[in-house]
Structure formats: structure tokens, C-alpha cells
């Protein structure tokens, strides 16, 4: 593959994409989660929110972990109460489906609600005439980034918000 791009760009980008992921890691749920809640997790809980029950396998596919990284992240969840394993016919044991309790639900909500407070403040920041362009220039660099990375992870499973207006009625 032929590159058309100089060390000195590659390394001016290496330095703004590392100062993002820095940045985005203290804007994120960990941050601002009384529950003390993984990315990984909270991104469980809101797939969750979305479907009324999943398949451990259909979790994990959606969340892009190995089956067996997602039962240890489902025990983390279960031990507090955030999420139900509803036990199939299986005789070993096997989960049919998770799904998420009510005070998962509570959790996920209030880190929702929090994450847009952020987002207030970030688009604030942002002057008002570039708003626009800087909306356009991130959705740019999601979409380079899932394909540089091989890490598609398309739309957003559930806009964040229509989580309490579904439970809601609204």
C-alpha cells in the first residue's frame, strides 16, 4: 500500500489521535458515573435498554467481545443488579437471555442524561458559526477511524435519551 503522507504527519496525527483518546476517556461514563461503570459496560446496559432480552451470543457480537468476556462482564453487572440472566431449559446452565433490571435501567438513564449535560458543554464551548463543520469533521473521523481500524460500529444502537422516553411512553 502506498502512503502519501510524510513521518511528520503521521506523527502530528499519532499525537492529536492519542491527546483524543485522553481526552475522551475523562468526558466518558467512567468519569461521571457514581456507579463506577466500564465504557464497555454502560454501552451493554444501553444495547440492552434498546431489546427486550438478548442471547449472550448476540450480546457479545453487538458489543464486540468473545462470548466468554461477555459472561465475566454480565457477572460484574449481575452482582449489581443491573442486568438478569433469565435461565433457559438447558441443563448446564446456559443463559437464554439478559435483560436489563430496573435499576439497570435507572443507571443507564442517569449516565445518559449526564453524557448530554456533557455534550451541552462541549457544543458550548464550540463557537457557534463552526458548529457545524466541527459536527461534520467528527463524523469524518468516526468513519476513518472504523475503517482504518477494522472496527466498524456503524449508528449509535440507541440515540441516547430514547431509552426513558421509550419506557416512558413518550
Same mark, same amino acid.
Given at each position: 500500500?502506498? +502512503?502519501?503522507?510524510?513521518?511528520?504527519?503521521?506523527?502530528?496525527?499519532?499525537?492529536?489521535?492519542?491527546?483524543?483518546?485522553?481526552?475522551?476517556?475523562?468526558?466518558?461514563?467512567?468519569?461521571?458515573?457514581?456507579? @463506577?461503570? *466500564?465504557?464497555?459496560?454502560?454501552?451493554?446496559?444501553r444495547i440492552l435498554?434498546?431489546?427486550?432480552?438478548?442471547?449472550?451470543?448476540?450480546?457479545?457480537?453487538?458489543? @464486540? /467481545? *468473545?462470548?466468554?468476556?461477555? +459472561?465475566?462482564?454480565?457477572? %460484574?453487572?449481575?452482582?449489581?443488579?443491573?442486568?438478569?440472566?433469565?435461565?433457559?431449559?438447558?441443563?448446564? @446452565?446456559?443463559?437464554?437471555?439478559?435483560?436489563?433490571?430496573? %435499576?439497570?435501567?435507572?443507571?443507564?438513564?442517569?449516565?445518559?442524561?449526564?453524557?448530554?449535560?456533557?455534550?451541552?458543554?462541549?457544543?458550548?464551548?464550540?463557537?457557534?458559526?463552526?458548529?457545524?463543520?466541527v459536527l461534520e469533521?467528527?463524523?469524518?473521523?468516526?468513519?476513518?477511524?472504523?475503517?482504518?481500524?477494522?472496527?466498524?460500529?456503524?449508528e449509535p444502537l /440507541?440515540?441516547?435519551?430514547? /431509552?426513558?422516553?421509550?419506557?416512558? @411512553?413518550?
Amino acid at each position: 500500500m502506498a +502512503t502519501n503522507h510524510n513521518n511528520s504527519d503521521a506523527h502530528a496525527w499519532w499525537n492529536e489521535l492519542e491527546r483524543l483518546e485522553r481526552i475522551m476517556n475523562r468526558v466518558g461514563p467512567d468519569e461521571v458515573c457514581c456507579e @463506577g461503570l *466500564t465504557p464497555r459496560q454502560t454501552n451493554i446496559l444501553r444495547i440492552l435498554a434498546s431489546s427486550e432480552g438478548a442471547r449472550l451470543s448476540e450480546l457479545a457480537a453487538q458489543a @464486540g /467481545v *468473545t462470548p466468554g468476556a461477555m +459472561t465475566r462482564l454480565l457477572d %460484574r453487572l449481575e452482582s449489581q443488579n443491573l442486568v438478569q440472566r433469565v435461565r433457559g431449559t438447558h441443563e448446564d @446452565g446456559r443463559a437464554a437471555t439478559v435483560r436489563i433490571t430496573a %435499576r439497570g435501567l435507572e443507571v443507564r438513564e442517569s449516565i445518559d442524561r449526564l453524557m448530554i449535560d456533557r455534550a451541552h458543554q462541549v457544543i458550548q464551548a464550540v463557537p457557534e458559526r463552526k458548529r457545524t463543520r466541527v459536527l461534520e469533521a467528527l463524523r469524518t473521523l468516526n468513519e476513518a477511524l472504523e475503517s482504518a481500524c477494522c472496527c466498524e460500529v456503524g449508528e449509535p444502537l /440507541v440515540q441516547i435519551g430514547k /431509552v426513558a422516553n421509550k419506557e416512558n @411512553g413518550r
